[in-house]
């Protein structure tokens, strides 16, 4: 899947897709000293890096990128490329045990009753309703959460916890 794309001048063209890494160019240097006095950029050319790293430390496959006439395409690719794929060894990452899902967390906050704004609040989302599309109703769908109050479930006092 290719996420990025961007125009490049002819004399960078070799430059940005072979030599990525080891040269280190502002694209648009107004736009990065902007960046940069509003404290969003901590350094120039550090998200090349930055993003060899995350994907490395994630057990991610390095990014490829490709020139074709002036554009540098780069492919990313996540966890669902790598379950697809047809590597028969599978791609362990000593973070992927330790790290809780979604899920998890929420089931091991609700152990007490809990109201989906304090859920919502707690996870961080500020949608309500995308988050009880993505992890409430499956969970409540699985029966791992339940509502105190099943035969009213839109009522003000409504709470969820965790199914023991």
């Not at 057990?59 to 490329?81: D, Q, R, W």
């Not at 003000?156 to 916890?161: A, L, M, P, R």
């Amino acid at each position: 899947m290719t996420i990025l794309q961007w125009r490049v001048r002819e004399h960078y063209r070799e430059r940005c897709a072979s030599n990525m890494r080891e040269i280190h160019f502002s694209r648009n240097l107004k736009m990065a000293q902007l960046l940069h006095e509003y404290e969003y950029v901590r350094e120039f050319g550090e998200g090349v890096d930055r993003m060899y790293r995350e994907m490395e430390e994630a057990g991610l496959p390095e990014p490829e990128y490709k020139t074709v006439a002036f554009m540098v395409h780069a492919t990313i690719k996540n966890k669902k490329y790598l379950v697809g794929s047809e590597s028969t060894t599978p791609q362990v990452n000593p973070q992927d045990k330790t790290q809780a899902t979604p899920q998890d967390k929420i089931l091991e906050f609700c152990k007490i009753p809990r109201s989906k704004n304090e859920i919502v609040a707690y996870m961080g989302y500020k949608d309500p309703r995308y988050f009880t599309k993505e992890y409430m109703k499956p969970l409540l769908k699985n029966g791992e959460l339940v509502m105190t109050i099943p035969d009213k479930p839109n009522s003000k006092n409504q709470k969820y916890v965790t199914k023991k």
